[in-house]
T-cell receptor, first 114, second 115 residues
Framework: SQQGEEDPQALSIQEGENATMNCSYKTSINNLQWYRQNSGRGLVHLILIRSNEREKHSGRLRVTLDTSKKSSSLLITASRAADTASYFCATDARYHTGRRALTFGSGTRLQVQP | NAGVTQTPKFQVLKTGQSMTLQCAQDMNHEYMSWYRQDPGMGLRLIHYSVGAGITDQGEVPNGYNVSRSTTEDFPLRLLSAAPSQTSVYFC??????????????FGPGTRLTVT
């Protein structure tokens, strides 16, 4: 099963509105990352937040992390049609080998209507 | 820098055929990984490597082999293709042995169909 799960699975908003996506994970982490994927393309890194951080900003993006609830949220403010994409959270889960590797959730599909 | 490159972009195989998906990066990253992406399933980790000669299994390794003879290349081999391996495959790389702690750079993907 996957370490991270995003909520909602799909989100449709109007241009100019804010979009909030949530991610929950199961085991302890060192960091959590958010990625964006445009249709038919590879993933692009958006932001990384470490386990000792609670909030991080990058441009119109705001990420929060609550390690006690094992959850994170990604807020995109003043959305644009160009923000239409799928958004994934990723965490450094520990595998049966004992090593950590980056595992992804199933993503939130964001549609921004012009 | 070309970043992470993958070849081919598209491939159609018949059941039972074998093939190798190529992945190369020119950023001198130690950490490389392979994922498959199926509709509604997100990305699932197949294999990863923390440096030349060191590979480990991820979540869905069955039916796939990897090797890492150089820092730059991390090929993924399908031993005997099955329709269940129809998917989009992504290669990624990150800095250092703990590459999972850093930004991952993704290739453009290989869309594989097994008939």
């Amino acid at each position: 099963s996957q370490q991270g799960e995003e909520d909602p699975q799909a989100l449709s908003i109007q241009e100019g509105e804010n979009a909030t996506m949530n991610c929950s994970y199961k085991t302890s982490i060192n960091n959590l990352q958010w990625y964006r994927q445009n249709s038919g393309r590879g993933l692009v890194h958006l932001i990384l937040i470490r386990s000792n951080e609670r909030e991080k900003h990058s441009g119109r993006l705001r990420v929060t992390l609550d390690t006690s609830k094992k959850s994170s949220s990604l807020l995109i403010t003043a959305s644009r049609a160009a923000d239409t994409a799928s958004y994934f959270c990723a965490t450094d889960a520990r595998y049966h080998t004992g090593r950590r590797a980056l595992t992804f959730g199933s993503g939130t599909r964001l549609q921004v209507q012009p | 820098n070309a970043g992470v490159t993958q070849t081919p972009k598209f491939q159609v195989l018949k059941t039972g055929q074998s093939m190798t998906l190529q992945c190369a990066q020119d950023m001198n990253h130690e950490y490389m990984s392979w994922y498959r992406q199926d509709p509604g399933m997100g990305l699932r980790l197949i294999h990863y490597s923390v440096g030349a000669g060191i590979t480990d299994q991820g979540e869905v390794p069955n039916g796939y082999n990897v090797s890492r003879s150089t820092t730059e290349d991390f090929p993924l081999r399908l031993l005997s293709a099955a329709p269940s391996q129809t998917s989009v495959y992504f290669c990624a790389s990150g800095e250092g042995l703990a590459g999972y702690s850093y930004e991952q750079y993704f290739g453009p993907g290989t869309r594989l169909t097994v008939t």
